[in-house]
DNA sequence: GCTAGACCTTGCCATGATGGGAAGGTCAAA
DNA sequence: TTTGACCTTCCCATCATGGCAAGGTCTAGC
């Protein structure tokens, strides 16, 4: 199987594919004798493991780590599941981080008049350091730029 | 002031003060004789403006957008409310995303029994490309690699 | 057998916002 | 004058991905 069949029966891209290889997230392709990588249906099984973790948002390197336990007949299951809690941890806590921002950003969007008027507590709140960095509740006031 | 007066004083680094002048974010700024850069009070306003506009997510072109209108004494409100609430959408779709990884490695946590035996519904998920894209709720088989 | 077109190869560049570091110039205090 | 803190520009790295270019290979149709 060349490279392109490779790429569409597991969904990662060829481009993709040699990138893993190169960062050895996957071991060197067998190559035919005129250099093309030749895959196996093994090495798509593998590819789709790949892009069905990177869907989950897992990262190249913690997928290498989920690759090596996939491999281990051996492995505790505990081990997955630490990684998987760990990739967890870390969605939750950039969900947050948006979450923050999204949540103070409605509440100067909730204040705005949205009109023809140059008034407007989004640029007002830009502008001072202070102000609705907590859980304020008022809409704030003006908004004119310095000079 | 020299940049790092105003990198103190802005809580941008010295570093992205010139990249953001790099990359006309800000103008450039003006020069002592021997080529230091010289910053007003008023362009460390400009930097606290652009730092919290960063804190709320918003991406560089954003904030040129965002700037325009700050400076723009006839601006509309409206025209500032519209930025935000595109970008808020982002950050919601940002948000569902995370979410909806989160979500399914959390089901596929918690039907994982995180012990000494090899059997993992984590990456049996990962393994077969059907199964928990949707919202099933029970608990999959087992996991062995292939070969 | 030849040719066209689809495929493959490697290598470089770009993304976005940020930090690190090197080599060299400037400034201020002791 | 020296020292140390600062500044300058330039290059490199991140992370996963795509694009492009130059050149080699394969295959189907004539």
Redesign the interface.
Known sequence: MNIGEAARASGVSAKMIRYYESVGLIPPAARTDSGYRAYTG?DV?ML??IR??R???FAVAEIHD?LG??????????D???V??Q??AD??R??DE??Q??D???T??AC?????????P??A???N?EGLDGHEQHCSRS?????
């Not at 336990?69 to 505990?78: E, P």
């Not at 705005?112 to 407007?120: E, L, N, Q, S, V």
């Open positions: 093994s099984h789709r493991f069905r973790a869907d989950l948002g989920l336990l996939w491999r281990d007949r051996s492995r505790k299951s505990a997955v599941k630490r998987a809690q990739h967890i969605l939750q950039r969900i948006l979450r921002m999204a103070t950003l409605q100067l969007v705005c008049a949205g009109d023809d008027r140059p008034d407007c989004i640029l709140n830009l502008e350091t908004s004119r730029p310095p000079h």
